[in-house]
């Protein structure tokens, strides 16, 4: 198989999604950035940190932030049940958490059912969105915000990696 073969193979190949809920909305991540998911426990407050950086867990001896993006993404009446789940991220060489409503599945999504993001008058930042995935028949479709997790967590507003580390991961 010649070069070229092998890059076109490697671009049209399928890209596995997690699911998950926020709100009303149906998000996905690469599977790749996940490294566990677990139930939302109890975590040590940071002081002075923004609202959405709920604190930080000690996992297996590895300091990582907890980010609530239902705070982040100002989804308003937030609340934590035997359903709210974090997922545990390696982004940037960082173990970072995220707390979402619920984990729905992964999803296989080949590149003709992402479509790019429309500009969106939200308070999510439109640079964040890789684009939206449909998955289902015209009738019954699943659309799911496709989202850049890692540009998202490294981001500058966010404050949880250094500007080394963020510039590393673009």
């Known amino acids: 198989m010649g070069v070229m073969e092998q890059l076109t193979e490697a671009t049209v190949k399928p890209s596995e999604y997690l699911t998950f ?3 009303k909305e149906e998000y996905g991540i ?3 950035k996940v490294q566990e ?3 939302y426990d109890a975590v040590t407050r940071v002081a002075s940190a923004p ?3 709920k604190g930080v867990i000690n996992l297996r001896g590895v300091i990582a932030p907890i980010v609530d993006l ?3 993404f100002q ?5 934590y049940d035997e359903f709210t789940v974090v997922i545990i991220l390696n ?3 960082r173990i970072v958490g995220v707390v979402v409503d619920s984990v729905s599945d992964v999803l296989e999504l080949a590149k003709e059912q992402i479509r790019g993001a429309p500009e969106f008058n939200s308070l999510l930042d439109s640079s964040y969105i890789i684009g939206l995935g449909t998955v289902g028949t015209e009738e019954r479709a699943r659309m799911l915000i496709l989202l850049d997790i890692e540009k998202l967590m490294t981001s500058p507003e ?3 990696v250094g500007e080394e580390e963020a510039r590393a991961a673009a």
Do not use: S
């Open 70 to 72: 239902r705070l982040k």
């Open 21 to 23: 809920r926020l709100g």
């Open 158 to 160: 966010m404050g949880i």
């Open 91 to 93: 982004v940037a060489g």
């Open 30 to 32: 690469d599977i790749l």
């Open 37 to 39: 998911i677990r139930g």
């Open 51 to 53: 609202e959405f950086l």
């Open 75 to 79: 989804l308003g009446d937030i609340k």
